[in-house]
C-alpha cells in the first residue's frame, strides 16, 4: 500500500467539497467544482476571493423579493382582490421580479454558458430556460392580457439553490473523512537525540529517529516500541474502540493516540510513506475509480437534458398545433422546471463515495466503486488459515525426533537457523523457541525459499555445516525423492507440520498448534446466513487445516495448496461464473488475492498481500468480512433504489408537465422535492451501524 502509487498521477479535487474529479490534468487551469452544486454554493457563501460578503446579501435579497412575489401571486390566484386593483399588482410583480432574477440567475446563466461551450447541458441549464421564459412570457402578459408566473420565475432559482446547499453539505460529508485523517497526526514530535530532546516538525523527522510519545499524545511515525508501555487507541485506523496494550517490540501507527504511559518508538516510516497517508492515497483513488452503476447514472443523466428540451418542444408544438398556444407554454415550461437529472447524476455517485468512506470510518479501504459494487455479489469466500483465520501466534508443542543419532536439540537448532532468515510466523515461533531453550542459533548461505512450501540452505551449526530442508512434509518429501515420510501427518492431530530433512534422510518433525481467531466461528456463521459459501484454502497440513475449519464451522477443505494451486482455485471459482471473495494476509496469498473479484487483505499481512487486495482490512477483525458484504449490499439497494426512484419521478413528472396537468410552481416544488427525497435515501449509509460482537451479526 504505498502512497507514491496513488499520488503519481494528478490530485485534482472540488474546490468546495474536497472530492476528487475525474478530469484529464490539461482540461482546466482555474479553480474547479465537481458538479453544478459545489460551484453554486461555492459562490453563494464565497469561496471565491472576496465576493463572499456580497453573494450571501444577493441571496438573502433575491430570496426576500422571491417571497414577496409569492404572496401576491397567492392574492391573485385566491381571486379575492377587485378587478381595477390587478393590473397594478401583475405591475408591481414584474417590478419585482425583474431584480430578482438579476440577483439569483447569474450563478445559472454562468454555468450554462459554460456548459453549453462545452457542448454539455446540465440543471443550470435548465433552471436558466425556464426560469427567464417564465419571465419572458409573463412580463408580455403583464403589460396586456394572460397569465403571468413570476411566483415560478423567481422561486425555481431560490428552491434549486437551497436543494444545491444541500446536496453540497452532503458531498462534503463523505469528503470529511479525508479530512478528518489527515488532521490525525500531530504537528510536532519529540525527538530523543544524544544531545538531548528536542520538539520538532514533523517533515524534519527521519528513519532510525528515537520519539519520545509521552501520556495523551498522538504517535507522529509508524516504528517499534523501545521502551515502555501502554495502552493505544486505535479506533480511527481499526474501528475497534477498546484501547490496545503495547509493550516492547511491538508496533505503533502514526495518529494513534497513546494512554497513560511513556513510551520510547524508533520510526520505521515518516512522512508522506506512514501508514495513514498510505490510507488517506488509497481512498481518494476509490473516489476515482466509478462503479458500473456509476458509469451508468452519468451517461444517463448526459441524455437527459437533451433528452427534456425535446419533450417541451414537443409539448409547445402539439399544443399549438390544437390551437391553445398559452397552454403550450405553460407545458413546456413545466416541463423544463419539473426535470431532474440530480437524481440520476448525484446521487449514484454520492451512495458510493458514503459507502466508501463508511467502511473507512470503521478501519477498512475499499479501492473503488467497482469494488464495493462487486462486494455486493460474493457467492463464494475463501479463507487463509494462519494469521487469517487462526490468530497467527502459533505455540511450539513438540519437537519429534525420527533418527536416533539426531537429538531434539540439534533439529531445534537448525531449523531456527535457517528460519532466521525466512521472516515466516513459524520461523519466529522456532527463533523464541530455541532461544527460551538456550539453543544456540548459527548462520546460513545460499538459503533458497519456496512460498507456501518451505525453503533450504546451508546452515552452519555447532562447527559443522550441512544443507538442511524445511517444509511441509510434502515438499520435504519431495526433496528426499519421495522415499520417505509417507505417513506425512501421523500423530499431528490437527497441529501444522514442518519437517526437518539433512543428508537425504527424514531427522526431524516440529509441531505447532495455532488458536482460531474468538471471531472467527461467528463471521462463517454470519457468511452463510448472507448466502455465501466458505472454503479453507490452506497451505498447511490437510490435518491442520481441517481442525481449524472444524471449529471455524467451514465444511469444505482444501489443503495443503501451495500459491498456485490457491490461484488455480479461485480462478476455478470465477471461471464457474461465480463472484470469488478470498480472505489472506501471507505472500503465498498474494497470487489469489489479486485473482479474485474481491481480494480482502489483512492490515497486519504483508505488504505484497496488501497490494495484491482490493480490500485491506487493517485491523484484522474477521467479524467486518460479513459487515463489508452487508454495507455494500444496503448500498446497491439504495442505489437501485435511487434508479428506480428517479425513473418513476421523471416518468409522472414529465408526462403530467407535457399534458398540462402541472402548475410551473408546482413542478419547481416537486423537482426540489425529489432531489431532496434520492438525497436523504443516499445518506442513510453514512448510518449504517457498526459491526456487532463475535457472536451478533445482521445484515441492515
Given at each position: 500500500m504505498e502512497p507514491s502509487a496513488a499520488t503519481s498521477a494528478p490530485r485534482l479535487s472540488c474546490a468546495h467539497c474536497g472530492l476528487p474529479i475525474a478530469v484529464s490534468a490539461n482540461s482546466h487551469s482555474e479553480v474547479i467544482y465537481c458538479c453544478s452544486a459545489c460551484r453554486l454554493v461555492a459562490l453563494v457563501v464565497g469561496k471565491e476571493q472576496s465576493e463572499h460578503n456580497w453573494n450571501l446579501v444577493r441571496l438573502g435579497f433575491g430570496t426576500l423579493l422571491a417571497m414577496?412575489?409569492?404572496?401576491?401571486?397567492?392574492?391573485?390566484?385566491?381571486?379575492?382582490?377587485?378587478?381595477?386593483?390587478?393590473?397594478?399588482?401583475?405591475?408591481v410583480l414584474l417590478g419585482l421580479a425583474t431584480p430578482a432574477l438579476a440577483i439569483l440567475l447569474p450563478p445559472f446563466l454562468s454555468g450554462a454558458l459554460r456548459?453549453?461551450?462545452?457542448?454539455?447541458?446540465?440543471?443550470?441549464?435548465?433552471?436558466?430556460?425556464?426560469?427567464?421564459?417564465?419571465?419572458?412570457?409573463?412580463?408580455?402578459?403583464?403589460?396586456?392580457?394572460?397569465?403571468?408566473?413570476?411566483?415560478?420565475?423567481?422561486?425555481?432559482?431560490?428552491?434549486?439553490?437551497?436543494?444545491?446547499?444541500?446536496?453540497?453539505?452532503?458531498?462534503?460529508?463523505?469528503?470529511?473523512?479525508?479530512?478528518?485523517?489527515?488532521?490525525?497526526?500531530?504537528?510536532?514530535?519529540?525527538?530523543?537525540?544524544?544531545?538531548?530532546?528536542?520538539?520538532?516538525?514533523?517533515?524534519?523527522?527521519?528513519?532510525?529517529?528515537?520519539?519520545?510519545?509521552?501520556?495523551?499524545?498522538r504517535v507522529a511515525v509508524d516504528g517499534l516500541i523501545l521502551e515502555?508501555?501502554?495502552?493505544?487507541?486505535?479506533?480511527?485506523?481499526?474501528?475497534?474502540?477498546?484501547?490496545?496494550?503495547?509493550?516492547?517490540?511491538?508496533?505503533?501507527i502514526a495518529g494513534t493516540v497513546n494512554g497513560t504511559g511513556v513510551m520510547l518508538v524508533r520510526a520505521e516510516r515518516v512522512g508522506s510513506e506512514v501508514l495513514l497517508h498510505g490510507i488517506v492515497s488509497l481512498i481518494d483513488q476509490a473516489w476515482r475509480n466509478p462503479s458500473r452503476a456509476e458509469r451508468i447514472a452519468q451517461r444517463a443523466a448526459a441524455l437527459f437534458i437533451p433528452a427534456t428540451v425535446a419533450v417541451a418542444a414537443g409539448s409547445l408544438v402539439c399544443w399549438a398545433l390544437s390551437g391553445n398556444l398559452?397552454?403550450?407554454?405553460?407545458?413546456?415550461?413545466?416541463?423544463?422546471?419539473?426535470?431532474?437529472?440530480?437524481?440520476?447524476?448525484?446521487?449514484?455517485?454520492?451512495?458510493?463515495?458514503?459507502?466508501?468512506?463508511?467502511?473507512?470510518?470503521?478501519?477498512?479501504?475499499?479501492r473503488g466503486g467497482s469494488v464495493m459494487e462487486e462486494i455486493a455479489g460474493v457467492e463464494v469466500c475463501y479463507f487463509d488459515k494462519t494469521g487469517t483465520l487462526t490468530e497467527?501466534?502459533?505455540?511450539?508443542?513438540?519437537?519429534?525426533?525420527?533418527?536416533?543419532?539426531?537429538?531434539?536439540?540439534?533439529?531445534?537448532?537448525?531449523?531456527?537457523?535457517?528460519?532466521?532468515?525466512?521472516?515466516?510466523?513459524?520461523?519466529?515461533?522456532?527463533?523464541?523457541?530455541?532461544?527460551?531453550?538456550?539453543?544456540?542459533?548459527?548462520?546460513?548461505?545460499?538459503?533458497?525459499?519456496?512460498?507456501?512450501?518451505?525453503?533450504?540452505?546451508?546452515?552452519?551449526?555447532?562447527?559443522?555445516t550441512k544443507t538442511v530442508t524445511a517444509g511441509s512434509p510434502s515438499f520435504v518429501r519431495a526433496s528426499l525423492g519421495g522415499g520417505q515420510g509417507e505417513d506425512l501427518e501421523e500423530g499431528a492431530d490437527g497441529c501444522s507440520i514442518v519437517d526437518v530433512a539433512w543428508e537425504g534422510s527424514l531427522r526431524g518433525r516440529v509441531l505447532f498448534a495455532d488458536a482460531l481467531r474468538p471471531d472467527a466461528r461467528g463471521c462463517i456463521g454470519a457468511l452463510e446466513r448472507q448466502g455465501v459459501a466458505t472454503i479453507l484454502l490452506s497451505g498447511d497440513s490437510h490435518a491442520?487445516?481441517?481442525?481449524?475449519?472444524?471449529?471455524?464451522?467451514?465444511?469444505?477443505?482444501?489443503?495443503?495448496?501451495?500459491?498456485?494451486?490457491?490461484l488455480a482455485a479461485v480462478s476455478a471459482g470465477s471461471s464457474a461464473g461465480k463472484v470469488v471473495a478470498m480472505v489472506g494476509d501471507g505472500i503465498?496469498?498474494?497470487?489469489?488475492?489479486?485473482?479474485?473479484?474481491?481480494?480482502?487483505?489483512?492490515?497486519?499481512?504483508?505488504?505484497?498481500?496488501?497490494?495484491?487486495?482490493?480490500?485491506?482490512?487493517?485491523?484484522?477483525?474477521?467479524?467486518?468480512?460479513?459487515?463489508?458484504?452487508?454495507?455494500?449490499?444496503?448500498?446497491?439497494?439504495?442505489?437501485?433504489?435511487?434508479?428506480?426512484?428517479?425513473?418513476?419521478?421523471?416518468?409522472?413528472?414529465?408526462?403530467?408537465?407535457?399534458?398540462?396537468?402541472?402548475?410551473?410552481?408546482?413542478?419547481?416544488?416537486?423537482?426540489?422535492?425529489?432531489?431532496?427525497?434520492?438525497?436523504?435515501?443516499?445518506?442513510r449509509i453514512s448510518r449504517y451501524p457498526d459491526e456487532p460482537g463475535p457472536e451478533g451479526y445482521t445484515e441492515s
Open positions: 414577496n412575489i409569492m404572496m401576491i401571486s397567492l392574492l391573485l390566484y385566491s381571486g379575492s382582490l377587485e378587478t381595477t386593483l390587478i393590473p397594478v399588482f401583475r405591475l456548459e453549453c461551450a462545452a457542448r454539455n447541458l446540465n440543471l443550470d441549464t435548465l433552471v436558466a430556460c425556464g426560469s427567464l421564459t417564465a419571465y419572458c412570457v409573463s412580463a408580455v402578459h403583464a403589460l396586456g392580457t394572460g397569465a403571468v408566473y413570476f411566483d415560478t420565475a423567481t422561486m425555481l432559482p431560490v428552491l434549486v439553490t437551497f436543494g444545491k446547499i444541500i446536496e453540497s453539505s452532503a458531498k462534503t460529508k463523505a469528503a470529511d473523512l479525508l479530512h478528518s485523517l489527515q488532521t490525525l497526526l500531530p504537528a510536532s514530535a519529540l525527538r530523543v537525540a544524544a544531545s538531548g530532546t528536542d520538539e520538532v516538525p514533523l517533515t524534519t523527522l527521519q528513519v532510525g529517529d528515537e520519539i519520545r510519545v509521552r501520556p495523551g499524545e515502555g508501555s501502554s495502552c493505544i487507541e486505535e479506533a480511527a485506523f481499526t474501528g475497534e474502540f477498546m484501547p490496545r496494550s503495547c509493550q516492547p517490540g511491538e508496533r505503533v398559452g397552454q403550450g407554454m405553460l407545458s413546456a415550461l413545466s416541463v423544463l422546471v419539473v426535470a431532474c437529472p440530480c437524481t440520476i447524476g448525484i446521487a449514484t455517485p454520492l451512495a458510493t463515495s458514503l459507502a466508501i468512506a463508511r467502511a473507512a470510518r470503521a478501519g477498512i479501504v475499499v497467527g501466534k502459533p505455540g511450539l508443542q513438540q519437537v519429534v525426533s525420527f533418527c536416533p543419532s539426531t537429538d531434539q536439540r540439534e533439529i531445534l537448532g537448525r531449523l531456527a537457523t535457517l528460519e532466521a532468515v525466512s521472516g515466516h510466523v513459524l520461523g519466529k515461533t522456532v527463533l523464541r523457541e530455541a532461544a527460551a531453550r538456550g539453543c544456540v542459533v548459527g548462520s546460513v548461505s545460499a538459503p533458497l525459499a519456496v512460498p507456501g512450501s518451505g525453503m533450504s540452505g546451508d546452515v552452519f551449526w555447532q562447527g559443522i491442520a487445516a481441517a481442525s481449524a475449519a472444524s471449529q471455524a464451522g467451514i465444511t469444505r477443505v482444501e489443503a495443503p495448496r501451495t500459491p498456485a494451486q490457491k503465498n496469498d498474494a497470487p489469489a488475492l489479486a485473482a479474485a473479484q474481491v481480494g480482502i487483505a489483512f492490515g497486519a499481512g504483508t505488504d505484497l498481500a496488501r497490494q495484491a487486495g482490493n480490500v485491506v482490512m487493517i485491523s484484522g477483525c474477521l467479524r467486518q468480512v460479513p459487515w463489508l458484504i452487508g454495507l455494500s449490499r444496503q448500498t446497491a439497494r439504495i442505489i437501485y433504489g435511487n434508479f428506480a426512484l428517479s425513473f418513476a419521478y421523471n416518468s409522472i413528472a414529465l408526462a403530467a408537465a407535457a399534458f398540462g396537468l402541472l402548475h410551473p410552481l408546482l413542478a419547481a416544488l416537486a423537482m426540489v422535492a425529489s432531489s431532496l427525497a434520492v438525497l436523504a435515501n443516499s445518506l
